[in-house]
């Protein structure tokens, strides 16, 4: 909160400052892996000097925290997120946020000694939120400055086919308990931004995608009062009832719906 980290005791009711972050007030929506391994998170700010973008990690349940990673100067603008996947057991880092600055690291252990990168740092590779399946990983785009389309990755080829055209960036995703799962696209600046809506997208088997309803962006400049934007809750879900939360949406923003697909 505000570039600080804390933790707070259930039993003794206390609340401990831990540490100040380097770049950034907080860290994106859903960002935060709580895995096998640990806690992890990466920050996440404009970093317009294109410092150092650290990732930090707690080994006892958030007491203590320490930099576990650093991507190098000048080598990307922050980091969108870190997820873990349980069939390769590892974390997946997706990065951001322009040319030469998108990849997605691969980390299959505890302390980051064997880091990979996938991608070639261009747009393609630009995403906050992912799927994971036992034979593809599966992204939609979060790219303002060109069409977005979701990304299909082959972990035996390590190829990657394009889906769907979306009509705007993809921040977050979620997947479902049954293997389903819901997308976003976001109403922000840029000529990869189609219209003035802000799109739910829902599929059986996560590379067939229909929308299934949207909400137009509300009159307020998107500079000063937020872009369009839904999010999602963290937990085990169902289709037949989730909650979506809203920013800058006409006649939704600040509230919480409850949806079910049928």
């Known amino acids: 909160y505000r570039g600080k980290v804390y933790f707070y005791c259930l039993l003794n009711k206390r609340l401990k400052f831990i540490l100040r972050l380097n770049n950034c007030r907080n860290v994106l929506h859903n960002g935060i892996s ?3 391994y640990g806690i992890f998170f990466g920050e996440y ?3 317009v000097e294109r410092s150092s973008v650290p990732i930090y990690g707690s080994y006892d349940d958030g007491r203590n925290w320490k930099k576990v990673y650093s991507f190098p100067k000048r080598s990307i603008e922050h ?4 997820y873990f996947d349980k069939y390769s057991n590892s974390l997946f880092i997706p990065t951001g946020d322009f040319e030469r600055e998108c ?3 691969k980390v299959p252990n505890a302390d980051f000694s064997l880091l990979e990168i996938i991608g070639d740092g261009n747009q393609k590779y630009r995403c906050v939120s992912m799927f994971f399946k036992e034979d593809k990983i599966i992204w939609g785009m979060d790219s303002p400055l060109e069409t977005s389309f979701l990304q299909i990755f082959d972990r035996k080829t390590k190829k990657i086919t394009e ?3 979306l009509p705007g960036p993809v921040w977050y995703s979620k997947q479902f308990y049954n293997g389903s799962g819901v997308i976003q696209t976001s109403v922000e600046i840029g000529k990869g931004v189609k219209d003035n809506y802000s799109y739910l997208f829902f599929s059986k088997d996560l590379i067939n995608w229909e929308s ?3 909400y137009k962006k509300d009159i307020y400049p998107m500079r000063y009062f937020k872009f369009g934007v839904m999010g999602f ?3 085990r879900q169902n289709p ?3 909650p979506i939360h809203a920013e800058g949406l006409k006649g939704i923003d600040g509230k919480s719906l409850l949806f079910s697909i049928t």
């Not at 980091?79 to 870190?82: A, C, F, L, Q, V």
């Open 34 to 36: 709580v895995s096998k």
């Open 212 to 214: 299934i309803a949207k």
């Open 103 to 105: 990849f997605i690291a």
């Open 45 to 47: 700010g404009s970093n």
């Open 240 to 242: 037949s009832k989730f």
């Open 163 to 165: 889906g769907i055209s």
């Open 233 to 235: 809750s963290e937990g």
């Open 79 to 82: 980091i969108h997120g870190i």
